[in-house]
């Protein structure tokens, strides 16, 4: 089993739409959360840290469940400029690494 | 640009010829990562130095892999007698404690392998 699985997708929205992915982590020491984005060919980005109480950037919510280690991300009012890959990460506590999912591709389509 | 950079950003390479990567980290960052992408995939976890001291190296990193960070600054990262499932994006990575115990992790534009 993965250490950190995501849905795959692509989930193909049109612009406007509310869309929503998960991810869960099966390492139960994990402190740290964070979502990447990463567009085609190029590294990964800081999309946002998640924390315990939920918290949101602008469009972008995310909310952490640790007695289901989980997380998810909420993309409100989708944009052709959202298409890209959402990569899940988690770090412990104790490591130095972040350790990623496979990533969910999302298509904005207008 | 004061990120991450890696050269060459690019490279072909014959199978059983040696390649290096070299990643010049965000000054002042004493954390550095190497991690390996390919497609379809997310970054994996290859090794990490503290300054100049390896502390952590990935299974994924076998004895054809080394890596170096001679001074604390700059690293390399070699790969021998490269196969064609060397083929990947190698991403180098850097970062520094912040004062609250977390640390925001910055990659370079990668640099992509090709062995044919």
């Known amino acids: 089993r993965k250490e950190v699985e995501q849905d795959p997708g692509p989930f193909n929205v049109p612009e406007g739409a509310t869309v929503a992915f998960n991810c869960t982590y099966s390492?139960?020491?994990?402190?740290?959360f964070f979502w990447y984005r990463q567009d085609c060919r190029k590294e990964p980005k800081l999309l946002m840290s998640v924390y315990s109480s939920g918290n949101e950037d602008g469009r972008f919510t995310a909310q952490l469940n640790r007695a289901s280690q989980y997380i998810s991300l909420l993309i409100r009012d989708s944009k052709l400029s959202d298409s890209a890959t959402y990569l899940c990460v988690v770090k412990s506590e104790y490591g130095n690494k972040l350790v990623f999912g496979a990533g969910t591709i999302l298509r904005v389509k207008s | 640009d004061t990120g991450v950079s890696q050269n060459p950003r690019h490279k072909i390479t014959k199978r059983g010829q040696n390649v290096t990567f070299r990643c010049d980290p965000i000054?002042?960052?004493?954390?550095l990562y190497w991690y390996r992408q390919t497609l379809g995939q997310g970054p994996e976890f290859l090794t990490y130095?503290?300054?100049?001291?390896?502390?952590?190296k990935s299974r994924l990193l076998s004895d054809r892999f080394s890596a170096e960070r001679p001074k604390g600054s700059f690293s390399t990262l070699e790969i021998q007698r490269t196969e064609q499932g060397d083929s990947a994006m190698y991403l180098c990575?850097?970062?520094?404690?912040?004062?609250?115990?977390?640390?925001?992790?910055?990659f370079g534009e990668g640099s992509w392998l090709t062995v044919v």
């Open positions: 130095f503290q300054n100049e001291a390896q502390l952590e």
């Open positions: 390492n139960s020491a994990s402190q740290s």
């Open positions: 990575a850097s970062s520094t404690k912040t004062g609250l115990g977390g640390n925001t992790i910055y």
């Open positions: 000054s002042e960052h004493n954390r």
